[in-house]
């Protein structure tokens, strides 16, 4: 009997342990979960977060090449400032504007050209971390024929994505 | 070249390990079990329910948390078919860096069991490992006031309101629950959330997925509840 009870005695001492451990295991878990949530983040903005159209020169343009837009308050603004032996560039959208108007100023074949890019814009989001920017659709361009020949579009979507060019421009032959 | 991993990264990693060493811990000294454990006692042992704690504490200390309850089946002290039920939200007003305010609120809910894995099932105290399927369909708005155009300099109207979002995900667990006093626990849970699918509308992501938490392929997430047996 005295045996029995000394064993029943352990085994509510075993009990006893294990549920004091257990309380106190978990107690020190969730204070450690707590601190590592609560205290850190991480901030996940895309690396390449530039949102423009890529045009690609048919060929290579002897010539230097000015292309600007006009702002807000009536000033114009260049935008690639006089390159030269040009084969592709890269030109800004407007976030909100349905048409942007371009001048394209060639010096060796002096040449003044406007182009409109007609376009969709979509507000996009990554996080509350990142800034906001907007992705484009591409409708329509048209340009007047001074120094341009044509322009084609190759792809619609103006995202991150600066791989494939959107536009393909063909200028007047150059001697 | 090194490649750091990122923090989140880490984070996942130490939190896992953490958890792997608790649970081995308590396999040398529990005796941890998956059988089932024959004896008088009934099948069906009663029902529980249960309150979130620290959602409501990430609320108070951050942007976004959530109010959860759960009811829990108790079937032999060994199976535990489960149902979360919440409402996540997240408020964040005017960012201090990118000034944007992300608003949504919306229901979520969770189902799946946990498995007691305690060698001794009986003892009121828990060692448990379960799996959730959760499902989650909310509006979000997100607006930058005051956002100018970097080139053109017109002001823009960047505004996105009601856009109409959904996600399902899964989870992993793993958790202790402590009997406390009478029909009391106390209990946490660790969570490996994964998604399965989701939909973040024209804007591209989401930021906030109520139940699941700051929208990512996966994140960890965890528990600290309080439940009465009834």
Same mark, same amino acid.
């Given at each position: 009997?005295?045996?029995?009870?000394?064993?029943?005695?352990?085994?509510?001492?075993?009990?006893?342990?294990? &549920?004091?451990?257990?309380?106190?295991?978990?107690?020190?878990?969730?204070?450690?979960?707590?601190?590592?949530?609560?205290?850190?983040?991480?901030?996940?903005c895309p690396v390449q977060n530039k949102v423009a159209?890529?045009?690609?020169?048919?060929?290579?343009? +002897?010539?230097?090449?000015?292309?600007?837009? &006009?702002?807000?308050?009536? &000033?114009?603004?260049?935008?690639? +400032?006089?390159?030269?032996?040009?084969?592709?560039?890269?030109?800004?959208?407007?976030?909100?504007?349905?048409?942007?108007?371009?001048?394209?100023?060639?010096?060796?074949?002096?040449?003044?050209?406007?182009?409109?890019?007609?376009?969709?814009?979509?507000?996009h989001?990554e996080?509350?971390?990142c800034?906001?920017t907007?992705f484009?659709?591409?409708?329509?361009?048209?340009?007047?024929?001074?120094?341009?020949?044509?322009?084609?579009?190759?792809?619609?979507n103006v995202d991150y994505d600066l791989s494939?060019?959107?536009?393909?421009?063909?200028?007047?032959?150059?001697? | 070249?090194?490649?750091?991993?990122?923090?989140?990264?880490?984070?996942?990693?130490?939190?896992?390990?953490?958890?792997?060493?608790?649970?081995?811990?308590?396999?040398? &000294?529990?005796?941890?079990?998956?059988?089932?454990?024959?004896?008088?006692?009934?099948?069906?042992?009663?029902?529980?329910?249960?309150?979130?704690?620290?959602?409501?504490?990430?609320?108070?200390?951050?942007?976004?948390?959530?109010?959860?309850?759960?009811?829990?089946?108790?079937?032999?002290?060994?199976?535990?078919?489960?149902?979360?039920?919440?409402?996540?939200?997240?408020?964040?007003? +005017?960012?201090?860096?990118?000034?944007?305010?992300?608003?949504?609120?919306?229901?979520?809910?969770?189902?799946?069991?946990?498995?007691?894995?305690?060698?001794?099932?009986?003892?009121?105290?828990?060692?448990?490992?379960?799996?959730?399927?959760?499902?989650?369909?909310?509006?979000? +708005?997100?607006?930058?006031?005051?956002?100018?155009?970097?080139?053109?300099?017109?002001?823009?109207?960047?505004?996105?309101?009601?856009?109409?979002?959904?996600?399902?995900?899964?989870?992993?667990?793993?958790?202790?629950?402590?009997?406390?006093? #009478?029909?009391?626990?106390?209990?946490?849970?660790?969570?490996?959330?994964?998604?399965?699918?989701?939909?973040?509308?024209?804007?591209g992501?989401?930021?906030?997925?109520?139940?699941?938490?700051?929208?990512? #392929?996966?994140?960890?997430?965890?528990?600290?509840?309080?439940?009465?047996?009834?």
């Amino acid at each position: 009997m005295k045996h029995e009870a000394s064993v029943r005695d352990h085994s509510s001492q075993s009990r006893g342990a294990l &549920r004091k451990g257990l309380l106190l295991l978990s107690a020190a878990v969730v204070a450690c979960l707590a601190l590592f949530v609560t205290a850190c983040s991480s901030i996940s903005c895309p690396v390449q977060n530039k949102v423009a159209t890529v045009y690609e020169v048919n060929g290579t343009l +002897n010539d230097t090449l000015t292309i600007t837009t &006009r702002k807000k308050d009536g &000033r114009d603004t260049i935008l690639l +400032n006089s390159s030269t032996n040009v084969t592709s560039f890269q030109l800004p959208l407007s976030f909100q504007k349905p048409v942007d108007v371009f001048l394209f100023r060639t010096t060796k074949l002096p040449a003044l050209d406007t182009v409109w890019v007609e376009k969709d814009d979509t507000p996009h989001f990554e996080s509350v971390d990142c800034g906001v920017t907007y992705f484009h659709t591409l409708l329509s361009v048209r340009h007047t024929g001074m120094g341009i020949d044509s322009i084609v579009i190759l792809k619609n979507n103006v995202d991150y994505d600066l791989s494939a060019p959107h536009f393909r421009i063909y200028f007047t032959a150059r001697n | 070249m090194t490649c750091r991993l990122p923090i989140s990264a880490s984070i996942s990693r130490l939190a896992i390990s953490l958890l792997l060493i608790f649970a081995s811990c308590l396999g040398a &000294r529990a005796q941890l079990s998956l059988k089932y454990e024959r004896d008088s006692i009934p099948l069906f042992r009663g029902f529980a329910v249960s309150v979130d704690l620290a959602g409501l504490l990430h609320k108070a200390l951050g942007s976004y948390g959530q109010y959860e309850a759960a009811l829990r089946v108790n079937l032999h002290d060994q199976y535990f078919p489960i149902v979360e039920l919440g409402i996540g939200s997240a408020n964040h007003n +005017n960012d201090g860096v990118t000034g944007i305010y992300y608003h949504t609120r919306a229901p979520y809910f969770r189902v799946g069991a946990d498995i007691n894995i305690m060698n001794k099932k009986h003892t009121g105290n828990r060692v448990f490992v379960g799996v959730r399927y959760g499902f989650t369909s909310y509006n979000v +708005n997100i607006s930058r006031p005051g956002l100018v155009d970097p080139v053109w300099k017109w002001d823009v109207n960047y505004d996105i309101s009601g856009e109409r979002c959904s996600q399902h995900w899964g989870e992993v667990l793993f958790g202790l629950d402590a009997k406390v006093y #009478g029909p009391l626990h106390i209990g946490w849970s660790g969570r490996f959330r994964f998604r399965f699918s989701h939909t973040d509308g024209i804007m591209g992501k989401s930021w906030y997925v109520p139940g699941y938490g700051i929208q990512d #392929g996966s994140v960890l997430g965890y528990s600290f509840y309080v439940a009465i047996d009834i």
